[in-house]
């Protein structure tokens, strides 16, 4: 057994963006889904914490909101061209994956001397170039609609 178990671990609110685009992803690109639709389709989420998902997408012009009746949310580019390691990126931007990432540098006091940040470093952005290769039309259970 390993001393450290490294695991790179999405935070939820990623994790349900993602599902969100999946679905979004599947249905024609015309037709909106509604956040309540959203959440039955997943499981019962809660609406409120997918309205602000919803919202966070559509900030990053993932997204593409419609007010009212029929309203809801829809894709705002084709699935090919959502890059999930762009979203990632942009999703978990403010997430540190050990003290020493953190924007304060946290409470390490092996900063001057660690080889271990950069070997993190490296590691991280690793995971990012895999996640770059792929596109939400790829995590697709079916051929995208748009």
């Not at 939820?12 to 015309?30: C, K």
């Not at 580019?77 to 979203?87: D, F, S, T, Y």
Request: proline share 5%; charged share 25%; with cysteine.
């Amino acid at each position: 057994m390993p001393l450290w178990d490294f695991d790179m671990r999405l935070l939820a609110s990623t994790d349900y963006a993602l599902r969100i685009l999946m679905l979004l992803g599947q249905d024609p690109p015309e037709d909106t889904t509604n956040v309540p639709a959203l959440a039955q389709r997943l499981g019962g989420l809660s609406r409120n914490h997918l309205h602000k998902i919803v919202q966070e997408l559509a900030a990053l012009g993932i997204v593409r909101t419609v007010r009212g009746a029929g309203g809801g949310a829809r894709l705002a580019k084709p699935a090919r061209e959502v890059r999930i390691g762009a979203l990632v990126r942009a999703l978990e931007a403010d997430q540190a994956i050990v003290e020493c990432f953190r924007a304060d540098h946290g409470c390490c006091k092996l900063e001057s001397g660690c080889r271990l940040r950069p070997m993190l470093r490296k590691a991280r952005e690793s995971f990012y170039e895999t996640l770059d290769a792929c596109t939400l039309a790829d995590c697709l259970g079916r051929p995208a609609a748009g």
